[in-house]
């Protein structure tokens, strides 16, 4: 693994990279090694400490990070389309051969044909898929179904919404904003100000232009309740599906196959 790459004569730091998109993402998330821990006990679970896993919407490859610092024995496969995400991915994991990256646009239909593996013990998402609607992530759900083996996991944590209960949810959304602000005046930097930072960046600019022409400033998925995601997995092909994390606004959904 590399700590630094040099290109056309500017070095990037891209451990320093990782870990600045890791602070960026707890101030939205302040229990996200929560949810990832428990995505690992899942893991080894079901899969013992040498899983193949799949790293889906890898982004900088945080999952494939904590996952091989617990498990050194396993393997990643991380699959993305943004250039300037799988840029810090590959840059921190340059050398390390049990890692692989794969640029893929989920909401093509033949993205898993671009993959190295038929099988994989678990398909890790975390945080990804809420950018898209409910039916293409219904689609995404099946196409994931035929790539876990039997008796492997599927495990999404993403924001997962019940909204039978609008009291409750403006009212965590409240406490949860008020939270984030204090951090903001702490100097906590927030989705928009870690782009832009990333925009100046003499190797990142280029890849994060090209990241903005793919998908504009913001998504326009949904982000339906953890009962809708295990109803769903369930219909898309996997025996057992349920949350096994959970915090006010978001949800660790497990499925087994």
């Not at 990832?36 to 400490?49: H, I, K, N, S, T």
């Not at 490859?61 to 498990?71: A, H, N, P, V, W």
């Not at 599927?154 to 959304?173: C, S, V």
């Not at 295990?230 to 219909?235: C, E, F, K, S």
């Given at each position: 693994?590399?700590?630094?790459?040099?290109?056309?004569?500017?070095?990037?730091?891209?451990?320093?990279?990782?870990?600045?998109?890791?602070?960026?993402?707890?101030?939205?998330?302040?229990?996200?090694?929560?949810?990832?821990?428990?995505?690992?006990?899942?893991?080894?679970?079901?899969?013992?400490?040498?899983?193949?896993?799949?790293?889906?919407?890898?982004?900088?490859?945080?999952?494939?990070?904590?996952?091989?610092?617990?498990?050194?024995?396993?393997?990643?496969?991380?699959?993305?389309?943004?250039?300037?995400?799988?840029?810090?991915?590959?840059?921190?994991?340059?050398?390390?051969?049990r890692v692989t990256f794969v640029t893929a646009d989920l909401k093509d239909p033949q993205w898993a044909a671009r993959l190295p593996h038929t099988s994989y013990d678990a398909?890790?998402?975390?945080?990804?898929?809420?950018?898209?609607?409910?039916?293409?992530?219904?689609?995404?759900?099946?196409?994931?179904?035929?790539?876990?083996?039997?008796?492997?996991?599927?495990?999404?944590?993403?924001?997962?919404?019940?909204?039978?209960?609008?009291?409750?949810?403006?009212?965590?959304?409240?406490?949860?904003?008020?939270?984030?602000?204090?951090?903001?005046?702490?100097?906590?930097?927030?989705w928009a100000e870690w782009w832009a930072l990333a925009a100046k960046d003499p190797v990142l600019a280029g890849p994060t232009a090209k990241r903005f022409e793919i998908y504009?400033?913001?998504?326009?998925?949904?982000?339906?309740?953890?009962?809708?995601?295990?109803?769903?997995?369930?219909?898309?092909?996997?025996?057992?599906?349920?949350?096994?994390w959970r915090s006010p606004s978001d949800a660790l959904v497990l499925a087994v196959k």
């Amino acid at each position: 693994m590399t700590g630094s790459t040099e290109t056309a004569g500017v070095t990037a730091d891209w451990r320093a990279w990782q870990d600045s998109w890791d602070r960026q993402q707890e101030w939205y998330m302040p229990d996200r090694e929560e949810r990832l821990r428990v995505m690992l006990d899942m893991v080894e679970a079901f899969a013992g400490p040498t899983p193949r896993v799949l790293d889906l919407a890898c982004g900088t490859g945080s999952i494939t990070d904590r996952l091989l610092k617990r498990f050194p024995g396993a393997t990643s496969v991380g699959v993305d389309l943004d250039p300037a995400l799988l840029a810090i991915a590959e840059g921190t994991f340059a050398g390390d051969d049990r890692v692989t990256f794969v640029t893929a646009d989920l909401k093509d239909p033949q993205w898993a044909a671009r993959l190295p593996h038929t099988s994989y013990d678990a398909v890790l998402t975390a945080t990804a898929l809420h950018w898209l609607h409910n039916e293409p992530l219904a689609t995404l759900y099946g196409q994931i179904a035929g790539l876990v083996r039997d008796g492997g996991v599927f495990m999404n944590a993403d924001h997962m919404i019940d909204d039978t209960t609008p009291r409750i949810n403006a009212a965590e959304r409240a406490h949860r904003h008020a939270q984030m602000d204090r951090a903001k005046a702490s100097g906590a930097l927030d989705w928009a100000e870690w782009w832009a930072l990333a925009a100046k960046d003499p190797v990142l600019a280029g890849p994060t232009a090209k990241r903005f022409e793919i998908y504009g400033e913001h998504a326009d998925g949904e982000t339906p309740s953890a009962d809708w995601h295990a109803r769903t997995l369930r219909a898309a092909g996997f025996a057992e599906a349920r949350p096994v994390w959970r915090s006010p606004s978001d949800a660790l959904v497990l499925a087994v196959k």
